[in-house]
């Protein structure tokens, strides 16, 4: 069926793959990376299908981006996962994620962000963390002591913005005033209100 279909990997043009909730594959300008990887259950969170990837799938990847600390963004057992089958990896999230990611991924590099932060890739690539409405937290003493937010990839003809998790906001605005070529935004949308 076409959830399984792993042509993709077999090629090196521009891609973007969704790979359920907020997972994404994304190819530009031959840079592979993953976004807020979840392969396995999230406690509390009911799954309708089974995951059509494992992380073993995902091989020669450059980067890591984590938008934010939730379980259902930030996975310990996938991440540990992605870091093991790709040596050389980067992540790239916000501030003060740090201290939860290192335990799980030992030997990668860890660019912080805080928010309008660029980080430059030697292949061309710029990725930008903005802002988005949201929070966060993974226990019951840490709300809001990490940064979340979004991300903008731009390579020199395509620029794609994913929103993470977010309320509405002038953060939209502000994206399409700072990336007007904007090629692709990729947004969640959730049965809340505004």
């Known amino acids: 069926g076409r959830k399984t279909d792993r042509s993709f990997l077999d090629n090196n043009d521009n891609c973007i793959v969704w790979l359920g909730h907020a997972s994404f594959f994304i190819r530009l300008g031959g840079v592979s990376m993953l976004i807020d990887p979840v392969f396995f259950k999230v406690p509390f969170v009911k ?26 963004h930030c996975q310990q057992k996938s991440i540990r ?18 201290s939860l990611l290192r335990p799980w991924s030992k030997n990668v590099a860890i660019e912080m962000a805080g928010w309008y932060q660029q980080y430059k890739t030697n292949a061309g690539i710029e990725i930008y963390f903005l802002p988005s409405r949201h929070w966060s937290k993974r226990g019951l003493s840490d709300e809001n002591k990490r940064l979340w937010g979004a991300f903008v990839i731009r390579s020199k003809d395509t620029t794609i913005y994913f929103s993470g998790d977010t309320g509405y906001g002038n953060h939209f605005k502000e994206a399409k005033e700072l990336f007007p070529d904007i090629s692709v935004a990729i947004m969640g949308i959730g049965a809340y209100k505004p």
Do not use: C
Request: charged letters at 20%.
């Open 81 to 98: 996962e992605i870091v093991n089958y790709n040596t050389g990896l980067k992540i790239f999230t916000g501030l003060n994620m740090e």
């Open 47 to 72: 799954r309708y299908s089974a995951h059509a990837f494992d992380p073993a799938t995902f091989r020669n990847l450059t980067y890591l981006l984590i938008s934010h600390d939730h379980q259902d």
